[in-house]
């Protein structure tokens, strides 16, 4: 009794001691100090504090939303980029040990950039994930070992110089982190065929909360369940995935055609709507509206863009589309046929001109100031609907929006077989972007303002109770999380829009495996109130009193 109170007293001095070091110089001695006495290498490469020159251009380098690079954004205290699986250990034990936020970076593709900022405004470091990138393609086992910094362009290109049959079904942006992106989800054009990257998952090693590296045996099936769709930054850190490979033909067929209002955009997409789910699972074709000149000069207009892959040849796409979907006219001059690889940079947005080896810059090409949102959609959007999105378009400068097809393998995973539960029902997903320039970045209220009126109208056309959306497209208008704390009920809002039913197992799985909540951030999955805290606390207060 006496030693134990003793002791209790002794741990709280540590605690209090440890809050009044963490103004931010000595914090960093003291981290230095902590990873210096765990790791062999020269900390030289791999720690950046504020004041160093390399911090900024590292900070920023795969950065993806520039809103949240702005100077009036908190920054981390410090950047380290481990060079070993037992760096990233040492990078837990040391946070842990002096009690301060870690967030861990991986792609840097985060809508609201929760790998590198913190909207709390409390202090954190940066485990920035970049040099663990190696990939290693066994077609022969038909499976690969992506690192978690390698990018999906990275891991699309090792698999192709292998072998022109594999692929892997995951994003189209080539440059998202392959450590972020599947912890999401990870959908892309192969979806239909394929399901998700997290379908496709066979492996993984992560590090948990107490700093060990465990694997699909010794995690055991509840946390792999959870790594696989749950979110990134709630469960431990992952170091790499292993992926199963799927077929791909040696030719597939992409086409990009475009049709304004003029062009009769209204009755296209309403048509788009009722087949787009239900088309062969070899198409996959998904429609990016945008804004510009229409016919005439001046004149600004809507127009979708349907950006389709096809697993086959041109032949056989022109037979579905006739049957199917001939409202969209599609021509064989409007087709071409490929390797796997370069539709991969077609639908990435990449002129022909460019080689593929870009695909190994793991630089992403698309930055810019953005607000995001999404939806899913189960029954068509009558027209008079539509004309109203088109009308909000007409308002805004640079308004962007990206309808996906669901349908096929998509359908035929259950809701709770990875924590991603938008399946079958689901016709397809909206994702809203509103982009902004330099002029407007210390400002962008206007931009932020039309995105959630847009989001509020388009609540009659879209899932309900809950509303849905998609985690990988992180949305902060949602809720979020308050420092060091999280509330159930609180983040039940979001949780379920992202997970729907899988969000309480979620929760117990987080309980189980980081009672401490050491990995968290804005929406990070909440513990379950402690029983035991409540109880230590009563006991504290009563001899306080006593
Ligand atoms: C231009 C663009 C295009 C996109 N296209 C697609 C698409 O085609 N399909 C799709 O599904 N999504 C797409 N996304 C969304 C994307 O999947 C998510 O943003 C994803 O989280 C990015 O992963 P990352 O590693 O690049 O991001 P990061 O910003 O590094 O991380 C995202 C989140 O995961 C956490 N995290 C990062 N690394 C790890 C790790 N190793 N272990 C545990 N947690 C980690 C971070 O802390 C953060 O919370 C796109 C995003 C952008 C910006
Ligand atoms: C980092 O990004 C911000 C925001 O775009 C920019 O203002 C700044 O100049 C960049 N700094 C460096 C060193 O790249
Ligand atoms: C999908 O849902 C429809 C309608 O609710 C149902 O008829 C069908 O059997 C379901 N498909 C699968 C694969 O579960």
Request: charged share 20%.
């Amino acid at each position: 009794m006496e030693s134990s109170s003793t002791s209790t007293i002794i741990s709280l001095l540590v605690i209090l001691l440890s809050f009044s070091l963490a103004s931010s110089d000595s914090f960093q001695d003291n981290f230095y100090k902590c990873l210096n006495s765990q790791i062999s290498v020269p900390l030289s490469n791999c720690f950046y504090t504020p004041n160093n020159p390399s911090f900024t251009p590292l900070l920023n380098s795969s950065a993806q939303n520039l809103r949240c690079l702005l100077p009036s954004v908190p920054k981390p205290e410090l950047i380290f980029t481990p060079l070993t699986e037992s760096d990233v250990q040492s990078a837990v034990i040391c946070s842990k040990q002096l009690n301060i936020q870690l967030k861990v970076r991986s792609g840097g593709h985060d809508y609201e950039g929760l790998s590198y900022i913190s909207e709390t405004g409390t202090p954190f470091v940066v485990v920035d994930l970049s040099k663990l990138r190696s990939v290693s393609v066994d077609i022969e086992g038909n499976n690969a070992w992506v690192e978690a910094g390698a990018t999906v362009g990275e891991l699309y290109y090792r698999i192709a110089e292998k072998s022109k049959i594999h692929g892997y079904p995951a994003g189209l942006c080539s440059s998202l982190g392959i450590g972020g992106h599947i912890t999401g989800g990870a959908y892309g054009s192969m979806m239909r065929k394929y399901g998700l990257g997290a379908d496709n998952v066979l492996d993984a090693r992560i590090i948990d909360a107490n700093g060990n590296i465990l694997d699909r045996e010794s995690m055991g099936e509840d946390l792999f369940w959870a790594i696989r769709g749950g979110g990134g930054g709630s469960f431990g850190i992952i170091l790499a995935w292993k992926v199963k490979l799927v077929p791909v033909p040696e030719t597939v067929t992409v086409f990009t055609v475009t049709k304004t209002l003029e062009q009769g955009a209204t009755k296209i997409l309403y048509k788009w709507q009722q087949v787009a789910d239900k088309l062969d699972e070899d198409l996959f074709i998904r429609v990016i509206t945008q804004t510009g000149d229409g016919a005439k000069k001046g004149v600004r207009t809507v127009s979708n863009s349907y950006n389709a892959l096809f697993l086959g040849g041109v032949d056989r796409l022109l037979q579905i589309m006739a049957e199917s979907f001939p409202e969209l006219g599609l021509q064989r001059k409007d087709c071409v046929e490929m390797s796997w690889l370069e539709s991969v940079l077609y639908i990435a947005g990449y002129p022909s001109s460019v080689p593929p080896e870009i695909l190994l810059q793991g630089k992403s090409t698309f930055k810019n100031y953005f607000k995001a949102k999404s939806d899913f959609v189960k029954e068509p959007i009558p027209e008079s609907g539509l004309e109203g999105i088109w009308k909000r378009f007409l308002e805004e400068d640079t308004p962007l929006m990206i309808w996906n097809p669901y349908g096929g393998m998509m359908s035929k995973i259950s809701e709770s077989d990875i924590p991603f539960p938008h399946r079958n029902g689901t016709l397809f997903k909206i994702q809203y972007v509103t982009i902004w320039g330099d002029a407007d970045k210390a400002s962008p209220g206007r931009h932020v303002e039309w995105i959630r009126k847009l989001y509020n109208y388009m609540s009659t056309y879209v899932s309900k109770f809950p509303r849905e959306a998609y985690v990988n497209y992180r949305d902060l208008d949602l809720g979020m999380n308050k420092y060091g704390s999280t509330d159930f009920v609180q983040a039940s809002v979001w949780g379920s829009k992202y997970f729907k039913n899988n969000f309480n197992r979620l929760v117990r799985i987080k309980t189980k495996v980081d009672p401490d909540n050491f990995f968290r951030h804005e929406q990070s999955i909440p513990t379950l109130p402690k029983e035991g805290k409540q109880r230590r606390r009563r006991g504290r207060r009563s001899h306080h009193q006593g």
